[in-house]
Nanobody
Framework: QVQLVESGGGLVQPGGSLRLSCAAS?????????MSWYRQAPGKERELVAT????????IYADSVKGRFTISRDNAKNTVYLQMNSLKPADTAVYYC?????????WGQGTQVTVSS
């Protein structure tokens, strides 16, 4: 069974950093998937944070995280990362990993990120 497992969430003070990881298991061709991070704060809709494409590794960011977050992938390890710097309380949310090919899409179970002093 295909699985996406996020890790690296936690409690951090404003201005701090966290690195999220998403490990993909039982993917036939991980490198063929576009990988994204989404987040959902309490009472709000799920929103796209960042995407990295499959072929050329082009990255796309939400305006709210540009210059602070970096998405990357290691296809040899079937893993995608989200480096989050200069964190703000507004970044508090559950962060979800998302994998999409032309045929199928998968979600991870999410990891909580809380930014608070």
């Amino acid at each position: 069974q295909v699985q996406l497992v996020e890790s690296g969430g936690g409690l951090v003070q404003p201005g701090g950093s966290l690195r999220l990881s998403c490990a993909a298991s039982r993917f036939a061709a991980f490198s063929s998937y576009a990988m994204s991070w989404y987040r959902q704060a309490p009472g709000k809709e799920r929103e796209l944070v960042a995407t990295i494409t499959s072929a050329r590794g082009i990255t796309i960011y939400a305006d709210s995280v540009k210059g602070r977050f970096t998405i990357s992938r290691d296809n040899a390890k079937n893993t995608v990362y989200l480096q989050m710097n200069s964190l703000k309380p507004a970044d508090t949310a559950v962060y979800y990993c998302y994998a999409a090919s032309r045929v199928v899409k998968y979600w991870g179970q999410g990891t909580q990120v809380t930014v608070s002093s």
